[in-house]
């Protein structure tokens, strides 16, 4: 089945870069996203890639997607307080008839960041 | 409110006892998923809905687990003789028709269960 991996803590310095990785395993997944949830919210999508591409650039967000290693990642740029979260990677296959998708999420990477 | 609403938020029960969680989804969104979250996990499909019907349910861990969505629109997941390993936030999520848009979910808060 579908498994999605993600390293479960990351710490940075306010002002610099972060990256988040991912490997998943499902050869068939044709969309990847990143999901951002702050503490008591819900999950709200971040950003996505379809896997025709190698990689999207959304302000201070790049996506860079490995499809040969099933490697994603998420870096962003300038680091703030604010983005202290936990962030989940998901994939989801090509699409059946009815437009059905089922999204697998990873296990989340905790971002901290320090002022 | 525009955003999916979950209800109730906390839910503290016994072993043995029933359940019910609700799930109201943006208004127009056909489609509505249940998953559970762990303590420390990522969210774990539980069910898929397409208008009335459940058109993937194989995340259901048991029997104990139902859910229905009877008019298309609110969802209702119902636990039967609930459990300590069924304590967990409880996801509900909705999205378009995926065809139209990038197949985004738009998540509730979740309601947190308790089984002590």
């Known amino acids: 089945g579908e498994d999605v991996e993600q390293s479960l803590f990351l710490s940075v310095r306010e002002g610099d870069s972060s990256v988040i990785n991912c490997t998943y395993t499902?050869?068939?997944?044709?969309?990847l996203y990143w999901y951002k949830q702050e503490p008591g919210a819900g999950l709200q999508l971040l950003t996505y890639?379809?896997?025709?591409?190698d990689m999207k650039q959304d302000q201070r967000l790049t996506v860079l997607l490995n499809k040969k290693d099933k490697h994603l990642s998420l870096r962003i740029a300038d680091t703030q307080t604010g983005d202290s979260a936990i962030y989940f990677c998901?994939?989801?296959?090509?699409?059946?008839?009815?437009?059905?998708?089922?999204?697998?999420f990873g296990t989340g990477t905790k971002l901290q960041v320090i002022p | 409110g525009a955003g999916v609403s979950q209800t109730p938020s906390n839910k503290v029960t016994e072993k043995g006892k029933y359940v019910e969680l609700r799930c109201d989804p943006i208004?127009?969104?056909?489609?509505l998923y249940w998953y559970r979250q762990s303590l420390g996990q990522g969210p774990e499909f539980l069910i898929y809905?397409?208008?009335?019907?459940?058109?993937?349910d194989s995340g259901l861990p048991n029997d104990r687990f139902f859910a229905v969505r009877p008019e298309g629109s609110v969802s209702t997941l119902k636990i039967q003789r609930t459990e300590r390993g069924d304590s967990a936030v409880y996801l509900c999520?909705?999205?378009?028709?995926?065809?139209?848009?990038?197949?985004?979910?738009?998540f509730g808060e979740g309601s947190r269960l308790t089984v002590l």
């Open positions: 809905f397409q208008g009335t019907g459940a058109a993937d």
């Open positions: 208004s127009g969104h056909t489609a």
């Open positions: 499902d050869s068939s997944s044709t969309y």
């Open positions: 890639i379809f896997s025709n591409m």
């Open positions: 998901a994939e989801s296959p090509f699409l059946n008839s009815g437009g059905y998708q089922k999204v697998t």
């Open positions: 999520a909705s999205s378009l028709s995926f065809a139209s848009n990038t197949g985004e979910l738009f």
